[in-house]
């Protein structure tokens, strides 16, 4: 079995090696002309990239008093490049990043803090070294007083963060629940904003699954009547309300749950009417599933 591309070396033998037209068969890197090998052996070295060295200068410009808004900003998006592996997102922790990152956050400039909570997020998925890193640096209670925020991208970045921060990561859902973050994503519900009442539905869905104890509080909050408000009946595909669904059928699993305190007379005719609407749809396949399952559980 042929070795697949592992950086931009591999990657153009690989495209070469397998590169094809009308007029000739597959092309072989190695009966290549020397001379040209040679020039793009050459072109290609000079384009490797050393990742350490760019979050190192990255880190430099978002230090730099001198330095403007708009070159942070394009700083953090180099950092953005980079941070999606774990090992460079732990490196940057390692290299004093966060300490700057922070600053960033807390900082008045929406374009700069919204980027710098986007960084954290991606910093922050199943990595438990950034993790508890974060948590430490008490960014939880932090990112839960930006879901008031009035830039609603800033309440979308600080949503998505959140739920980073407590994907598979007991600690932060401590902190979640001591600062009052049941409440704030709960009013983000009533939000206008697509992305921010999406991200606020995966939250509830994706950390009510994996802990128990947030999907109670969630439940005893009264959540699933607030989801309720937003439930309406449609004909197709619709993200909302498959996000909706989802977050609505995961609360049900609770033991707290308790569908006689739920206004069934008002749910379940949307949920029939809908379920005929979308019946067969290839495209609302999960849409059909919660539907039904919040269905079962309100009977």
Known sequence: MERQPKNLQDLLKFAIRYQTNEDCGPSKYDEMDPEKKEFLEKVLKSMTVDVMDELAKAIQILEDPATSDDDKVDALDVVRDYIDNMDFANSFVKLGGTDILIKCIKSDVVALRTNAIKVLAE?????????????????????????????????????????????????ATLEF???????????????????????????????????????????????????????????????????????????????????????????????????????????????????????????
């Open 123 to 171: 910093m922050s998925q199943n990595n438990v070294y950034c993790q508890q890193h974060f948590v430490e640096n008490n960014i939880v209670e932090l990112l839960i007083s930006y879901l008031q925020d009035k830039d609603q991208e800033v309440v979308a970045s600080s949503l998505y963060a959140l739920s980073s921060l407590m994907q598979n990561y007991e600690p």
């Open 177 to 299: 629940s001591k600062h009052g973050g049941i409440v704030g994503v709960q009013n983000c519900l009533s939000s206008l904003n697509s992305r921010v009442f999406v991200k606020s539905c995966f939250l509830i869905s994706s950390i009510s699954a994996q802990f128990p104890k947030i999907c109670e509080e969630f439940v005893k909050g009264n959540t699933f009547a607030k989801l309720c408000e937003n439930l309406e009946c449609v004909g197709d595909f619709d993200i909302k309300i498959e996000a909706l669904l989802n977050a609505m059928a995961t609360l049900t699993d609770s033991g707290s749950f308790d569908a006689k305190s739920v206004a069934s007379n008002d749910v379940t005719p949307v949920l029939e009417n809908m379920l005929k609407n979308i019946k067969g749809l290839p495209q609302c396949e999960e849409m059909e599933m919660y539907a039904r399952k919040i269905q079962e559980k309100l009977r």
